[in-house]
């Protein structure tokens, strides 16, 4: 009991950091459907797709959707008590793992080493940090039960002790399909511990563990007409050298920061010489047996990522435990001051490491939390139907995203309740005319929430100036192509009869203006005149444009239009900054049209540039 209140001590004080956070990321998507559907679920409606078709995605994990179900009744939108079930969980499995090497070893030191190395893995943080990797907490709680029970009836043969393990082993695979291969690590065990003894009536116990996995297959089969899961995935899609590499890599962190082919080759050679030297030990057989068995289900993911080594990394743990159950009770000095000092330096290591990637979970769900705290703060609700546009909302800090594309459920979930609003967020400010009245312009800077009235009141400025018409650059090809440059499938690029006359030679032909410099907030209609003529009823073209801070011009960044192709002239008015991808402050410093989307013949009269008012000062548009 002594060493169960340390490891929860232990765990709690490098993990109370994240207690203070808000929700991130894939956690929105959770609280999004709760909130909405929590009522029903409470009636007992809707449960089956609560719990086997969340967000589209089928997957067998009813224990995982129970636990948010109930954390969310508990705790409603408060993160707080979220990332306690997570810590309290990791604190568990701690304690179950001292169980599981107490039990198979036979050594209380090596039980207690195991633990405290299990509780300060760095790369646990990245799952108990994380609300939404809960599903891999869980899982390993039910994977270590079934394994505990498991050799408590291997050692005692009381029957009771295997249908518990049994038990716990369906409830892992109704947590997480990978821990399917669990009943080959308990092979593994009766092979080393059970054998010697049993001999091949260890088969009988296996075989109920092999039936009862493949019960769970059939399970599958009948819910889902097919084994369900992402439907694309593949095994060791990103290739065996990357899968080894990271996950060596990782499982070795912190002292491996990086990886490649001659160092896993290396680390993989003194792996193999350390196991002959530990030959005998048969714990270490089991942990290198565990870590290698629990690691196959994570080649059918979709990528490698850290949290994927949360079950893992229990058979490293079992494999150090029982490494170090090999010094720490030796009799001479020497031996005992070894296994102190790498204890030590390992504690050490692992602490300093895991610190660093607790705190930087813990910033992102403080970032998160003081986003949603000075939102509600300058406005507790928006009035119905406003728009609402952010800048400054952090995508990745210290590698880690915050909202991975969530942002807008991450609104829906502050704001539930109250009326319903737009949404936009992007690095910079876009130009907008219309329902300035109903715009609300809010900027993330140094962990606060800044309203930004001053681009309200430059918009609305701008405004008044759209009935304002100044040509402001006048491409006219009765001289010749006035600084245009044909870049792709065009043909015979000249001046006939004061028209720029070109062939396109293809469905993607395009040419690029010379150098301009004109102010976002400044730019009005752009009217192309030009006639066609091809053998199609109807073709498309294109106008793009780029900033003065893009390199080159961007596929979004582009306002279609019809071209008549009668051989006619016809003049096409081009309004870009209705689009929406035009943003307060760019300048323009190019364009790119593109005349037609299949071969025609082509004859440009001219291309003009107006703008809505004569000068821009402060942002703002100043007319005649």
Partial sequence: ???????????????????????????????????????????????????????????????????????????????????????????????????????????????????????????????????????????????????????????????????????????????????????????????????????????RAQLVMVMSMLGYVALRLVLFHGVGGYSDQGFLKFGWILFLEYYTMALASPFIPDMNLNLLFVVLSLLAIFMMVYRNRKGMWLGLAWVGIMLIPAGSAEYVAPRLTYIPSIGLAIAEGAFLATLLPRTTNLSRALGIAWLVILSIAYAFGLSAKVDAWATIGNITASIQQGVKRLYPAFPPDSRVYFIGIPGVIRGLDVYAGNFPLAMNVIYYGTPKFSLFYADKFPIVADGLEQSYFLEYHRQTIIERKDIQKVLMARTQCLGYADLKVDWEFSQGANGWEPWNDLAGFETQNDVLVTRSLGHDPYMASPLIDVATMQLGDIAITMRASANVPQLHGSLYWRTADMQDFFPALNEPFDVIPDGEFHTYHLDIAKTGKLFVGDTIAQLRLDPADQPADIGLKSIQLYTHCSRVQENGCQCR
């Avoid at 969310?72 to 993160?79: C, L, M, Q, V």
């Avoid at 300060?120 to 899982?139: E, G």
Wanted: with cysteine; charged share 15%; aromatic share 18%.
């Fill in 1 to 203: 009991m002594l060493a169960w209140s340390g490891l929860v001590i232990v765990v709690l004080c490098f993990y109370h950091e994240i207690l203070t956070g808000f929700f991130i990321t894939d956690d929105y998507a959770y609280l999004v459907r709760l909130l909405s559907q929590a009522h029903s679920y409470s009636q007992g409606k809707e449960l089956g797709d609560w719990f086997f078709a969340f967000n589209g995605i089928v997957f067998l994990r009813p224990i995982v959707q129970w636990s948010w179900l109930t954390d969310f009744i508990a705790w409603s939108r408060d993160a707080t008590g979220y990332y306690f079930t997570n810590i309290l969980l990791h604190a568990l499995n701690a304690c179950l793992v001292y169980l599981l090497v107490r039990r198979t070893l036979g050594s209380r030191l090596g039980a207690v080493a195991a633990s405290i190395l299990f509780a300060l893995h760095p790369m646990h943080a990245d799952s108990v940090a994380w609300i939404s990797d809960r599903v891999d907490l869980l899982s390993a709680f039910f994977s270590l039960q079934s394994a505990v029970f498991f050799v408590l009836y291997r050692q005692r043969s009381r029957k009771l002790y295997f249908l518990i393990s049994l038990i716990a082993f369906a409830l892992a695979a109704l947590t997480k399909e990978s821990t399917l291969t669990l009943p080959l690590v308990l092979f593994v065990y009766d092979l080393l511990f059970t054998f010697p003894h049993l001999g091949w009536k260890m088969v």
